[in-house]
């Protein structure tokens, strides 16, 4: 704390209470340092399966949380299951995260970096496309991965780009839908183009 981190990442949650726990010490930090109170941002990493499905609850636990990570190496080790290069059983785990637990709270969800090299594209490509939207990069050989899986081509820029502005122009004439490149486009769409 004395080098007043942005975040504090706290591995292996497993029940709320850790994080409240962790709250109330970097808020004493806080003042001992003469930090701003309620500046420092909280990162709980979801390693288990209990937290796994405790995340609602962990992601309230404080205000201070900024973002959750699943963790998948530890989660598969707590599972018993196999670390498969198809990945289906993390992805199984992903989706739970995203759709039970993360997005209700509407925090920014972290997917992990595979500690192994083999299928790592392949696993980044299946947590974006399972709605995890940033990754924790390993180090600077993780990072040039993770910037191009993630971020949008000149194509995707370009659609994205079309849906918006076909929708506008629709509303403007008080319509509730439009076509772009041959798709039809209602406010889902609109509101996330990137989809």
Known sequence: MRGRPDIVALPKVAEPQQIARLDQA??????E?????GSTALLPNIEFARGLVQTAAIAGSSRRIAACLLASEDLAADLGAERARTAWNW????????WNAWRPASLPSIAP???RCRGRRARYALGAAAGLCRKKPGGS???????????????DLRRARGIVAAFEAAR?????RAVSDGSLVELPTYLRPDA
Do not use: Q
């Open 141 to 155: 050989a993780h990072a040039a991965i993770v910037n191009g899986l993630l971020d949008p081509g000149v194509e």
């Open 113 to 115: 970096t595979p500690e």
């Open 33 to 37: 340092y003469g930090i701003a109170e």
């Open 172 to 176: 403007a004439k008080g319509e509730a």
């Open 91 to 98: 992805l199984i785990a992903a989706s739970a995260f995203w």
């Open 26 to 31: 970097v808020a004493r930090f806080e003042r």
